[in-house]
């Protein structure tokens, strides 16, 4: 019954979880469902700038994005697994992808949620999209050998990156995360490293809500101080009723 | 509380809302939902070929292309309205703009349902979609004057035109219509005019089900003999969970 | 028969098929095919900038560009008509729509040339390519009155534009018009209004054939200096064969 | 000379051009260019909810929405006219368009802003889009009658709906509008009829200006709190240096 | 002369090349022209969920699916190879790539048909399509090493995904089939491995033959009972003739 | 202050610099910028057909490429630099991938040129655009090891296909280069291998040149037989001033 409602989250990097969807992870685990996210790297190469002009090693910035991540993680209710491929650039190992495709029948996802299929500021990111999307549909052929049974077709949801409309990124979803936004406040501060978006995520998330509010039909009738988060779904929507 | 739920499906020619859109009116109907059909014309010059080769009077092929929308639309449980504009081409007249901006405000819909925004086989469709948006938007506005309140926001899904691809149509919505296709066929038999649309939508129907059952998630979990319609959907979908 | 063969060319103005068309129109007169030319209008305003300068009236303008477009279009062996519709704007009156109804079930056109759908220098092409093409649907329809039987499908091809990436134009057919090349040519002697465009075309031509040549398999085969008309294909193309 | 950098600006409703090119317009103003505003209509029907809700007549919110906007257009350094055509549905009349030709033939602007080719949430800013880019190419023909010279082919900026992403709006312009924010804002303060739009411009100024300043190279180097807007150019830039 | 109508069909599994491009195959072979299908793998992991179920090994899969190939492919009347590199995922290696640059220049192909770009149910396609292209430009040039000459530029025919608007493909092209269809059927009998195909390729061979009458010009006049195939082009048509 | 100016053109193969971009480079060194080519291959096996056919060997063919593209380089007043990597297919090796990033960081450019993101008619284009904004991305991170400081975010532009429409290639940025006219002339002409490509790219220059005066507003005012070469920019453009 669990696996029925598990979430898997796939990124590229640690922080990417909480900036862009912590809203609906603190969602998902506050009706006791469970979350699970997968980070592909440590993002310390090409997301940990401050550390790296602090003078930390190669193996204390991973500590430390480690560090960040399991306690922004634990504050949204999450559990989280490291694959520790190297970042700046992402590349795909065999061990990456065995990796992914095990966690797929391992949590049994009801949900996927990841990257959009490009970002021209960070190749990593549409990187990280492709190979969610690819481990996907190996994990539910029969042929393809591991642990754990095949999976089904869960729907996959591209969570917003920073400049969307480079990104090719068209939000058809925005997720009302009011009541779990202080959560979502509390991770974020966890991220030291990267403090300009506190800001920047907190002004999106009204913006995004302003949105959801302006296109919320009659039976949700959203206020104005929503807060959303806005997100892409790849495949189409299977529905019992229009709405 | 009736009208929270009322369905609005505008359309170009009586029968479109049968083939294309009998299963989601079905649906709603079936849960005790108002439906309200507007039809601008009654195609009575671009879709009634076979009446016009039985040398049908302008006014027998109206009553004709009537009397069958009434039995059909009695069929699926949904109420009809005549805007009697004519077609091939339909143009926008400041009756049928003021009398669609009425219609909205009437109902009050928390779903509309029309044509896709181009279809190169039939200008009317296109033009259709048009003006199903533009009155929505008017009929939000205080100052935009007529009888009844103002309405919200309700979502706006396309119904699947005849050749989807010359049309841009992208399904991003695939609904599971199996509980009520036995209705949706007995509506389509009534449309005696166009007989080999029958089986064309009946394998539709399976078709589209196919795919929703391919696409839908454990939780939904859809048998491969599920029968689908196609939609899509304009505006982003507000939501409070992904799934 | 022979009008199983018939081409229908429309455009905004005279000079239009000439340039973007002339080696079409001529390929096909010199197989014994007809293709008759509708001019929505002279072009008098928006095209003829060297004559107003000149301080010639409304009417000199109209005729000289009519004398003009005779003489081309008895060049490339085709007929011409002229529906005198205002340009810049041109708009659509009942009086156009129903000539250029009457026109396509006169002829009963095998193929179509017109317009691309969009031009933002010069808003009158896209206007004609919608007006070609709603026309074309009415035509179909039994329940349009008017002199003639109904017409079939007809492929409909979209010329080049002056700047075709600005105008969404996608060249999706070469036409190889080399045999009729020097009578493309002599056409375009005649448009002596718009001389600058005698090298432009010349020059495409060559562009387009080079480009025809390096995409024709062994079964063509062309040459590098090929001359060809580049057109966009608007419905799929149906056939017995893949090449 | 003074010409030479004039800039015109076509708005549907009063409010568009301090929300959306505000900052654009004060640059201009502040360099000593000429700019003018041309406002459609008042807006009095599809964007003064608030005043009607008040019970204002017609001409009261007529009044009402004049006074703010000269007010805003004298705080921002620029001229405005108004054409007072109906809003909510805008249309297009032969007054509308003469008004708009010659407007374009007196400035002889180097520069025009105006609206996104569509907006789903308000067709008046589509229809004002198209309308103003028909009367830039109908005030470049000698053939078209009128008080002024021909004008040459300035280039066009679309500046940023309220919901970009489904306006199909692509920002491919990021303006830096540092310089005269605090100008933007005393405008933007005057609406007082809109609000709750005062913080969502200044937050967006914000996010436009943090994108600014992560795509300005080296020449620009561009401060993270940075304040811009965005634009979509419709025609490609001609420039002699690429930077 | 053979080789100037040969045909090369090279798809990703075994059963691609019947459902989908059955009909283009039987076509050609019954004109008496060479057609040649690669197969890159067996899709022995990813398309043989039924007989993993039942329990065979991974050579019992293989034998299985290129003896239902050879089988099927024989009632086509065409050649078949196969290059065994692993699907799910299947990935580019140094042979495989040298065995498909070898195989155009054997054969050299006057038609090339292979997958569409892009599937995200199944990434093998995506992948075969870029490969197919990829050898295709290196066979055409004298400094690729190699056995046979180099070709010349063969168009490319992509066919039919199972769920088309998922995978952005455009049928631009449809293929009349009719005369062959029970040639195609009987191929299609052979797959037993995936019956419920039979049933979902039967009825998309009527409606793609629906819509092939719809857009068929006099010259062909299809009937309504067509069979055909649809397919999307990628280079562009070059032709003598519009129609 | 140099590097402030500095432009870095990435190729695939040695003579695209040419071709494409031989203006823009002229025109940078002519106002005393320093210009650095880096080409990733000769072009040898993809590029170099008329020479295999004279029997080159394959160290052959690279030193005639090398030799004309050192001396058309040295006619455009730019250095440049090999990285012998193979090309037909040009594929991502760890060594190319850090010799590009290390080229950035030395060259520290303002601006970047390379392809356009594809090009179906030669794969190796579309990588070598992967790989250019893959290294641009690199080399802005601290995290990333090597030589020299990072770079900043200089602007990309994609310089013209040779069969634009077919890569998706939308020119936004019409560079004139009329004052460097005779110097791009020279350095085609050093291209003995490929002279059909002079007359081609001559004409496009005039024809890019006619687009850049039907396109260039009041402050630029460019001749009819302006030069010019077009560009598709790839991120935003940040700017001061709109024009």
């Known amino acids: 019954m669990c696996g029925m409602t598990a979430t898997l989250v796939l990124t590229a990097h640690p922080g990417d979880f909480v900036w862009r969807a912590g809203g609906a992870i603190a969602l998902a685990t506050a009706r006791g469902q469970r979350v699970v996210i997968g980070c592909m790297s440590f993002g310390e190469r090409g997301e940990s700038a401050s550390l790296w002009r602090q003078g930390y090693t190669l193996q204390q910035v991973k500590d430390h994005r480690r560090g960040e991540a399991e306690e922004a993680a634990k504050t949204l209710g999450a559990q989280i697994r490291f694959f520790d491929a190297n970042d700046y650039p992402l590349v795909e190992t065999p061990e990456l992808l065995r990796g992914l495709i095990d966690l797929y029948r391992e949590v049994q996802p009801a949900t996927v949620l990841t990257h959009a299929p490009t970002d021209p500021y960070n ?51 925005l997720l009302d995360v009011t009541e779990v936004w202080e959560t979502k406040c509390a991770a974020m501060r966890i991220l030291a490293a990267q403090k300009h978006l506190h800001t920047y995520y907190t002004e ?15 039976n949700l009738g959203l206020p104005n101080d929503t807060r959303a988060e806005a997100y892409m779904r790849i495949y189409p929507q299977v529905t019992r009723e229009l709405s």
């Open 204 to 218: 999106l998330g009204s913006r995004r809500g302003l949105q959801a509010a302006r296109n919320s039909g009659p």
């Open 123 to 173: 190749n990593d990111h549409g990187f990280a999209h492709a190979l969610a999307l690819k481990a996907r549909v190996l994990a539910q052929a029969p042929g393809v050998e591991g642990p754990g049974g095949v999976i089904g077709a869960p729907p996959v949801f591209c969570f917003e990156p920073h400049q969307p409309e480079q990104c090719g990124f068209l939000p058809n979803v």
